[in-house]
């Protein structure tokens, strides 16, 4: 099964995990700590499967790399006036 298949059982279940609890709330009430407890962590998981689905959904589309637009104008010569020439030495010196 792909990712999008569990996460869409998962959600399934979820539902039936919520019309349960509502079920739950109207035979026992809602003001008890065990089925306020109850209700809390199922609108957590809720929230956690929601956050699945969007990080999944981030993974499934790849970025497009920022493209950057290098000029074709030669670079200010003043750049360079306090480097070498990689591989041929300083001006002033010889090679061995």
């Known amino acids: 099964m792909s990712v999008h298949d569990d996460l869409t059982s998962v959600q399934r279940c979820l539902d039936d ?5 509502s079920r ?3 035979q026992l009430g809602s003001g ?3 089925m306020r407890r109850v209700r809390a962590d199922a609108d957590h998981l ?3 499967v929601q956050l699945l689905r969007a ?3 981030l993974q499934a589309t790849p970025a497009k790399p920022e493209l950057v637009t290098i000029p074709d104008t030669p670079y200010d010569p003043k750049l360079w006036t306090d480097s070498d020439d990689e591989g041929l030495g300083a001006r002033d010196r010889h090679a061995p």
């Open 17 to 21: 995990l919520t019309r349960s609890v």
């Open 24 to 26: 739950l709330e109207q």
């Open 32 to 34: 008890g700590l065990d």
């Open 46 to 48: 809720r929230e956690s």
């Open 55 to 57: 990080a999944a959904s």
